[in-house]
């Protein structure tokens, strides 16, 4: 085939509401009710085999733990060098398929799920990960929607640019080659947007990749890769395995041909991957590229002149949908003390009237956190609280007899640096400062220093001069950074995702920045009638 294709353009999927008596409701709910009645048995895919050992894991919902979904099969150290293998034998047909061809299938797979797998990816996140109805629509199906299309258009402008001719006789040109190895793929619990962003970005671009998403997902995953295959994914390009962290790192961060890791998770993780990456440097064909996103110990900051009725509402909104387990949750929150009363009220009242209990309930806006280790993390911040005198104005709560719920609680402390104004919880715990209505900037350095995390913050302001003192002070803060808004929601194409410090590498998906990372670029000058003489003109008498 030969043209220059030009992809459809791509646009941000509607988000859809989920109204009662719709039907979009009733088939979800339908959707719900089949899935949840069945037990899935779920194998690993290496190249073309659906891989079951029978050393198996259940899997359940985190608000009926004592329901089960279904079984997920466990791999070892020799599932992840089958992986490699099949991820290897594949690299060198899949690489240099022509890219339309590559593009159409991630195309593909976006249309899938806009259409006849969208209930589905959004029952399994609500069933697996314990999201509402508009949660799941927002990840599983919109979020991801768009990562699939707009990185067909971020890769179709990469591949366009190219370098000017400016020598009278000379072609340049640029390549975008996938990277010399395979890509590793280390995707979180609580967005299926980003577990299948992470290992397909980079087959996007040429590469094959080795996928272990986080066992909580697992349930979600596996719909994924049926999307994939069903859109015409070649065997071996992305291969999904269950095996634990030590086993696959330690045959994939000591492997030749490693040469790259794409991550979303804790800092502590990354920070552990990164010192293994470099401890075997040497022994890489190439140096891999490290992409990773991380924590964030999120804030809003509130400027004496901020409407309370907004402020409660980015705050009850930013901090509690999906139980606070967003990366970019608000966590800790600065309120002037001249509007705190009339925030306070507000926001107690907000969270009085949020329901709790299982997703399958569509009038439940808190669910469950996502599994035990986590609900007693966050319970134990808050029994801390307790004990250390601190203000509890709201929740307080929890209980995991039935699920893992926590109540949204609110913390007011009586210490800036108190511990749940500087430590990430990843969970329905806000945390909030009074200060001085007339130390806005002061706040604004405390802000800046508290916390070793850089990835979102909002500033609220209807005074200019302080949204831009806030923005300029604040600019090394957060990588995303909203105003007059709740800290969250990043959409593709509109807001690229990521930030730095502790906070990660800064690639930005949902960008053509993050593209970038997983080629490598060869320059190829072509002369059209070379020099047949040594000489140049300034030898000449």
Known sequence: MNGFFKVPAAVNERVRD????????TELKTKLAEMRAEQRDIPMYI??????????????????HQHTLGKFHRGDKSHVIGAIEAAQAAKEE??????????????????LIAGPYRNEINAATMLCQSKNCYQAEIDAACELIDFLRFNVQYLTDLYAEQPPANSPGVWNKL????????????????????????PGTPAMMGNTVVWKPAESQIYSAHVIMKVFKAAGLPDGVINLVYVSGPDTG????????FAGLHFTGSTGVFRHLWKEIGNNIANYRTYPRIVGETGGKDFVMVHKSSNADQVATALARGAFEFQGQKCSAASRAYIPDNLWPDVKSKLVSMLS?????????????????????????????????????????????????KGYFIEPTVIVASSPTYTTMCEEIFG???????????????????????????????????????????TNKLRNAAGNFYIND?????????????????????????????????????TIKETLNPPSDFEYPFHKS
């Open 250 to 257: 330690d045959v994939i961060f000591k492997h030749r041909d």
């Open 175 to 198: 390549e975008y080659r996938p990277l010399e190895g395979f890509i590793f793929a280390l995707t979180p619990f609580n967005f299926t947007a980003i577990a299948a962003n992470l």
């Open 18 to 25: 989920y109204v009662p008596g719709t039907t979009e409701v």
């Open 428 to 470: 329905p715990v806000l945390t909030i400062y009074v200060y001085k209505a007339d130390e806005f900037e002061k706040t604004l350095d405390l802000v800046d220093s508290t916390s070793e995390y850089a990835l979102t913050g909002s500033i609220f302001s209807n005074d200019r001069y302080a949204v831009e003192l806030a």
């Open 94 to 111: 899949w690489a240099n398929l022509s890219w339309e061809n590559r593009a159409t299938i991630f195309l593909k797979a976006a249309e």
């Open 47 to 64: 190249g073309s085999e659906e891989v079951r050992t029978g050393n198996t894991a259940t899997m359940h919902p985190p608000h009926d």
């Open 353 to 401: 009237k949020m329901k709790m209990g299982p997703t399958e309930d569509f009038t439940n806006f808190i669910n469950a956190v996502i599994d035990e280790k986590a609900f007693d993390k966050i319970a134990s911040f808050i029994t801390q609280a307790k004990a250390d005198g601190e203000e509890i104005i709201a929740g307080g709560n929890f209980d995991k007899s």
């Open 486 to 522: 709740k800290p969250t929601g990043a959409v593709v194409g509109q807001q690229p995702f990521g930030g730095a410090r502790g906070s990660g590498t800064n690639d930005k998906a949902g960008a053509k920045a993050n593209l970038m990372r997983w080629v490598s670029m060869r």
